[in-house]
């Protein structure tokens, strides 16, 4: 090649566009990996674990006593548990004296209520200036579209027949409000 002639290169291959499924993936896996991380350190220098910590803040959400089969539905559900692995981790609670159970009932113990504080405290001491910075609107929609993502894919997962979205269903499609 001389000096006048200019070197002419093919142009590379664009770029397929991200399919939503990637963009939504990748946000998400990040997001969960990063929040996660701070989970699991907080409850590690607090001296417990993720799911004990995520079983207290559940028996919080119903009121902090309810009927013990309740509760272990309630893990199954929530932390996608199978139901021994949910009934052990309620016992495992109440023999760590952060719950206590009656016959047919379990109720946050005191030293469960102030681990479940202390470890909540500590994370909000990072998380929430940023979800403060969130407009209202965004939270919806993030909130509305992951339940509706969870719910499809566990009942996709399950084999179980998915028809469309029912507006009155809380996990209907992010765009799909009545």
């Known amino acids: 090649m001389t000096e006048n002639q200019t070197e002419t290169r093919p142009a590379a291959p664009a770029k397929p566009a991200m399919s939503a499924g990637q963009a939504i993936g990748g946000a998400l896996g990040q997001a969960q990996s990063v929040l996660a991380g701070l989970l699991v350190d ?53 023999a760590a004296g952060l719950v206590t159970a009656g016959q047919q009932t379990v109720r946050i113990a005191d030293d469960g ?5 202390k470890i909540a405290d500590s994370i909000s001491a990072v998380t929430a200036p940023i979800y403060e910075s969130l407009s209202s609107s ?41």
Request: charged content about 30%.
């Open 42 to 94: 907080k409850v590690a220098q607090a001296g417990t674990d993720r799911e004990s910590y995520l079983a207290l803040q559940r028996l919080g959400v119903l009121g902090d006593a309810t009927a013990k089969d309740g509760y272990v539905s309630d893990l199954v559900d929530w932390l996608d548990l199978d139901p021994r692995a949910a009934a052990e981790l309620a016992d495992g609670l109440v």
């Open 138 to 178: 965004d939270v919806e929609t993030t909130v509305r579209t992951l339940r509706y993502l969870t719910t499809r894919v566990r009942a996709m997962n399950l084999a179980a027949p998915v028809g469309p979205a029912d507006p009155a269903d809380p996990a209907e499609g992010p765009g799909e409000r009545s």
């Open 113 to 117: 209520a102030r681990l479940r504080e």
